[in-house]
């Protein structure tokens, strides 16, 4: 990681800034100047409608996707595309993100993850970790991939729905366990499990046509005025 990185990973320190993202697929706007803010120390939530661009909004944050005029800025400082900045930032997309061919040491190994802090309590998974992704349920397959980006050594993780078919009691641990992972880095995530993104997050954002609202101090009242949660 570079100094400059190493001195705003500091809790509480390092901000991330996505600005001016406008999208449109076929004339249709699917992202209308966007402006996200999340923070080293934080877990930012980001709520919204199936095809409101939740996905397409994180891929454009970590650089997998060009968008004109789309500034992403640690600092201050912009970063685009943020994947090549050694040790700014790792993303968990929806599909699968580990190599098929790796086991789960190897992997780690290669994200320079230890697998006995990143297990620590989830002890089950132990007897796992010299099988491959394809050997692994898809909701074990999901938990140990969010593990692994979480405890890599990076300023900010971000994750799309990480807790895809992760069972209830494991989901709370992970939530646990990243709001310990959040002492040393800041999270983004996005998942339609609201009622565990609510109590979960610092700050919580509404992809609502297009534009990315802030949700405030009574935010299921607010997802019910959108039409995220039904009356
Ligand atoms: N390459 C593409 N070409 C055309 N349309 C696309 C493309 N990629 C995404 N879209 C459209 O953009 C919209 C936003 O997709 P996205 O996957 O970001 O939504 P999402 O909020 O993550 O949805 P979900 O909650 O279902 O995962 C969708 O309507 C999708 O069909």
Same mark, same amino acid.
């Given at each position: 990681m570079s100094p400059l990185l190493r001195e705003a990973a =500091? /809790? =509480? *320190?390092a901000v991330l800034e996505a600005d001016g993202i406008q999208l449109a697929f076929d004339g249709r706007?699917? @992202?209308?100047?966007i402006y996200l803010r999340a923070q080293a120390g934080q877990i930012t939530g980001l709520l919204g409608r199936n095809g409101s661009g939740k996905s397409t909004l994180l891929q454009t944050i970590f650089g997998a996707r060009t968008v004109p005029d789309a500034s992403v800025r640690v600092d201050g400082h912009r970063t685009v595309?943020?994947? *090549?900045? /050694? $040790?700014?930032l790792n993303y968990l997309p +929806?599909? +699968? @993100?580990?190599? /098929?061919?790796?086991?789960l040491r190897q992997a780690a190994r290669m994200l320079g993850v230890g697998l006995d802090e990143a297990t620590a309590a989830f002890p089950e998974l132990r007897a796992q970790?010299?099988?491959?992704? $394809?050997? @692994?349920s898809g909701g074990t397959l999901r938990l140990v991939q969010v593990l692994l980006l979480l405890h890599a050594d990076t300023v900010f993780s971000l994750f799309d729905? /990480?807790?895809? $078919?992760?069972?209830p009691v494991h989901i709370e641990t992970l939530g646990a366990e990243m709001r310990r992972a959040c002492q040393r880095k800041g999270i983004v995530l996005t998942d339609h499990r609201y009622a565990e993104v609510l109590p979960l997050c610092d700050v919580v954002y509404l992809l609502h046509q297009g534009r990315l609202l802030k949700l405030g101090a009574h935010p299921r009242e607010e997802l019910l005025d959108y039409g995220y949660l039904a009356r």
């Open positions: =500091g /809790p =509480g *320190r706007k699917i @992202l209308s100047d595309p943020a994947f *090549r900045t /050694p $040790g700014l +929806q599909a +699968q @993100l580990l190599p /098929p061919n790796l086991s970790l010299n099988h491959r992704p $394809g050997e @692994l729905e /990480p807790f895809t $078919g992760v069972m």
